[in-house]
């Protein structure tokens, strides 16, 4: 797979894309990650990237050029554009599996104020992370890319995202590893018997348990 991501702020990617599972996925050439900056696509004197509102009002809006030709310029038939923004489709695990799914990601990070709306035009999908309102748009892709190259095969174990939260709208059961007794809070027993049937009822019942208590609102989902 490969992700493409239009940004102002390249360097804010460094940390990601150089630690851990990530940088591993990367190295072993499962995923490439592309960091762009769509300043570099300004015809706009200067290089500038956005401009006053028409109408009135504070701040900047990013222009529509720079994004549209950026994008113009690295899209393929088998790209799928994401404009990240709070008014998009939130984002969940289901997505991140379809998107595991595609072999072009092209990600846009807004910025400042907000961007134009005839940017809208050239994306496929436009996807929030959450409800609250961050600077731009690169956090949401490092959350986005970070879930989705995790599920690409061969980067992580596959067991352990079938485990995963939010598989089958269930929260993840409880674990442990030793010590047995810690500050006095012992690992239930059952987990120490070695019967493999006890063991993923119990699993299954945590699970339910825990989901039922936290987000019920996972189960009406079923
Ligand atoms: N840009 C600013 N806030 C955002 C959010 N919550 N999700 C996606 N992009 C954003």
New binding site residues.
Partial sequence: MRIDILTLFPNMFDGFLNESIIKRAIDKGLVQVNIINFRDYSTLPHNKVDDTPYGGGSGMVLAPQPIMDAVDAIKTKESKVIL???D?KKYNQSMAYSLAQEKHLIIIC?HYEGFDERIRSIADLE????D???T??EL?SMIISDSVIRLIDGVIDKDSHLNDSFNNNLLDYPTYTKPRVYRGMEVPSVLLNGNHKEIEEYRKNEALKRTNERRPDLLDRN
């Avoid at 996807?127 to 959450?130: A, R, Y």
């Fill in positions: 990240l923004t709070p998009g807004g996807l929030s992370i959450g609250y309102v961050l731009g748009g949401p």
